[in-house]
């Protein structure tokens, strides 16, 4: 009974930096192996690290290359492997893999070259040529009498065969149950990538909001300000252009008075006096008339509470575990069902 998907042997023991078979295996913590001379080459050509070729993030110093631990399985199964190809080598050459056995020459197998070579006698060839699928298994010795081999092999056989098919049956067992927990776990890999990357999307969209709502307050705020900085500037350019323009008349008067009296001029200085009167008159009735603008203060109403506010953001958006949901009805339902291997929900 052979497992429904097969493994090869070969891309068990054979180390995917230098294809060659594991010299030396080293296990890494993510559970990854490779020939330590692997590792330590490659560490020496990249700044003395080494990062699983894999790309899952594991890095090593190659000062700690030597800490590592010997993968005793895959070293084992390297021996075993080797082992076995010696095994299925010719037994007359021993240089090229076996492809016949023969009926009669008894645990012995034969490349192609070899079998005509070893059969070419009148007597060796009424031996009959098998392909080495169909040799028969090796026959054990007698327990009781050790010199000779098992003459009836079929409850034996039998009993081996049984053992094949148990073993195998729980090596499928334990490769479903294996691949099963590997997809769970893939499973929920995915939906903690998942989780993380909804809940970054969600910081993005508040966060990229809210940048845009201070930006627009603070736009808003420093407009408000400008506009009324405008108008009250307006206000008291509006008062002070007629003030400039009397101040240009009184030096105007100012002027013409200082000409006149300076020249002793007097009659002139006489016929004159009533435009003065008039103009010092109509001046301060005009000063009387201005009315002074007030200026009003403004101040920034509750801007301090943005510093409240800032606080208030940096307790938002806490990354906190969900609390475990409880149904107090379904646990008394799995405690009272026992080792049941169905659960009754009506």
């Known amino acids: 009974m052979a497992f429904s998907n097969k493994v090869r042997v070969e891309d068990l023991i054979t ?11 080293r296990l890494l913590s993510c559970s990854h192996t ?23 993030g594991n890095k090593i ?13 895959i070293r084992e199964l390297v021996e075993l492997y080797g082992s076995t190809q010696r095994s299925n080598l010719c037994t007359n ?24 070579t070893v059969h070419t006698s009148p007597v060796m060839q009424k031996h009959q040529r098998l392909p080495t699928s169909q ?3 090796e026959m054990p010795p007698c327990e009781k009498h050790p010199r000779k081999q098992l003459e009836y ?28 927990r590997i997809k769970q776990a893939e499973i929920l890999i995915n939906a903690v990538d ?5 809940n970054q999307k969600k910081i993005t969209n508040i966060m990229t909001l809210l940048r845009e709502t201070i930006d627009e307050h603070e736009e808003a705020m420093r407009q408000q300000i400008l506009t009324i900085e405008k108008e009250q500037k307006k206000q008291l350019e509006d008062y002070k252009t007629p003030l400039k323009h009397e101040l240009q008349n009184l030096n105007i ?60 953001i940096k307790q938002c958006g806490r990354y906190v575990e969900v609390p475990p949901y409880h149904n107090a009805q379904l646990e008394k339902l799995i405690a009272e069902n026992g080792k049941k291997q169905t659960l009754n929900l009506k």
């Open 15 to 25: 180390c995917v930096i230098c294809q060659e078979l594991f010299d030396d295996p």
């Open 34 to 56: 490779y020939c330590r001379k692997c590792i330590e080459q490659t560490a020496s050509a990249n700044k003395d690290q080494f990062e699983c070729p894999l790309h899952d």
């Open 61 to 73: 110093l190659e000062k700690d290359t030597g800490s590592l631990p010997l993968n005793q399985g």
């Open 93 to 116: 050459c021993r240089l090229v893999v076996a492809e016949y056995a023969c009926d009669t020459c008894k645990n012995e197998k034969f490349c192609s070259e070899c079998y005509e």
């Open 135 to 137: 040799e028969l298994p």
């Open 153 to 180: 092999w079929c409850y034996t056989y039998g009993v081996t065969k049984e053992f094949e098919t148990k073993i195998n049956i729980n090596f499928q067992g334990i490769q479903s149950s294996l691949e099963y």
């Open 194 to 198: 998942n989780n993380s990357k909804s």
């Open 253 to 312: 008067q100012k002027v013409t008075f200082e000409m006149l009296f300076s020249s002793k001029n007097y009659i002139k200085l006489l016929q004159t006096k009533q435009e003065f009167d008039d103009y010092v008159n109509k001046t301060n009735g005009t000063l009387k008339s201005l009315q002074m603008p007030s200026r009003t203060e403004y101040y920034l109403e509750e801007l301090g509470q943005l510093q409240f506010i800032q606080e208030k």
